[in-house]
Every structure is written in C-alpha cells, then in structure tokens.
C-alpha cells in the first residue's frame, strides 16, 4: 500500500459545489501539507499542518480550507468551487524530528471545476 | 526573498545523450537541496538530497546532482539518458531546521528522443 493515499484520483465538479479531497498516511509523519500544481507554476502550498492542532495557511490559501481528523488524515475542502481552482492537488507529509528530511508525497488528484 | 530557479521550461535530449538540468536558488539560511521526478499520473518522487559534506551527491535511477555554494546551483546531471527518464523534474529547497517550508522551481519538462 502506498504510504501516502489521496481520494479521489480525479474529480469532476461544477462550480458552486462543495467538494473534500482526503489525504490518508501511514508514514507516522507529524507535518502534512497541501500543494496544488498548475502547468509552468511549479507546486504552491496551500495549507500545511504541524500536528492535529496546528494548521497554517499557506501561499495560496483563499477560498480552501482543510481539517487535520488526526495524525494520519489530512483533508482540503473547497466550500465553493470555481473554476479557476481547477488544478492537480498534492497531499505530502515530512518528519519534523529529522531535520531537512524530504517530503513524502501521493499520487495526486486532478480536480475539474466546469 | 527566497525561491528557486529553474531556467528550463523543457529540454529534449536523444537517449544515450548526457543530461544536465539547472537549478539556482537564493535562500538566506544554509539550505537543504532537493530533486524530485514526477512521471505523468504519479506524484513527485525524491532522487537525491543534500544537507551536508560532499558537494556531489548521488541518487536514484544514476542521476547525480552537484551543489555549488559559490553559484547558488544545484544542477542535476546523468551520463546516459533513457527513455524512461521523460518526466518532470523539480528542484526543491528547505531551511536546515525548524521550518515548514519547501520552496519548489517551476520544473523542467524533459522528452527524450529514441
């Protein structure tokens, strides 16, 4: 199984709808993050999480939010979709007691808002 | 500010060819250095790292990566490129401790010429 799971593996989805995409570890990693990709962007953070009852926004934040349900499960809602939040999203977790260790990430969900 | 650069959008290469793919950064702290791979439908994969010593370092696949203090570079290198080598590649930079934050460039596409 993989160490990190994101579900759904690809959403289609029309504006205005609430959707949740769910990141699942098994990794025992504190920090989980949220990224999305856009084509010639790179990966831009949109939440991150050092345990369950830190969260913090990332770079991107607007218009998401997320809920940290426990150490293992990290996950991103967008209340209200648009279609410019039409992207790649990316789930990763790192372990804080290891210092510069590298991110762990999933296989990523494409998200389609029409 | 902190970033990193990736200069190169896309690069195509004949198989057997030698690669190189270039990465700067600025960073105001003694960074950790990543590269990572991300094959279409997958999320990113590590290949090499480095945080200390040996200023080359090896990873995964045969791929290589030399940190250049001087020039604020990290450029990934492979002798003999492979079909299977088409993919994706970011470079990535993190604080040597106590941060969350991974700064990713914008990635280099890579198509690789039979």
Redesign the interface.
């Known amino acids: 199984d993989a160490d990190v799971t994101q579900t759904p593996r690809n959403r289609i989805t029309k504006t205005g709808k609430r959707i949740m995409l769910e990141c699942s570890q098994t990794k025992g990693h504190d920090r989980m993050y949220w990224y999305r990709q856009d084509p010639g962007l790179g990966l831009r953070l949109i939440y991150y999480s050092f345990d369950v009852k830190d969260i913090n926004k990332g770079e991107i934040s607007d218009g998401y939010s997320v809920s940290r349900q426990a150490q293992a499960k990290f996950s991103l809602s967008l209340e209200s979709a648009i279609p410019n939040q039409t992207a790649l999203y990316f789930c990763a977790t790192s372990d804080p007691d290891r210092g510069g260790q590298p991110q762990h990430f999933g296989d990523g969900t494409r998200l389609s808002i029409l | 500010a902190q970033s990193v650069t990736q200069p190169d959008?896309h690069i195509t290469v004949s198989e057997g060819a030698s690669l190189e793919l270039r990465c700067n950064y600025s960073y105001g702290a003694t960074p950790?250095l990543?590269w990572?791979v991300q094959s279409p439908?997958?999320?990113?994969?590590?290949l090499l790292?480095y945080?200390s010593g040996d200023t080359l370092v090896q990873g995964i696949k045969g791929f290589e990566a030399e940190f250049k203090r001087s020039q604020s570079s990290f450029n990934l290198r492979k002798p003999s490129v492979h079909w299977s080598d088409a993919a994706e590649y970011?470079c990535a930079v993190?604080?040597?401790?106590?941060t969350?934050?991974?700064i990713?460039?914008?990635?280099t596409r890579l198509k690789v010429l039979a």
């Open positions: 959008i950790y990543f990572y439908g997958q999320g990113l994969q590590l790292k945080f970011f993190g604080a040597a401790s106590g969350y934050k991974y990713f460039g914008t990635g």
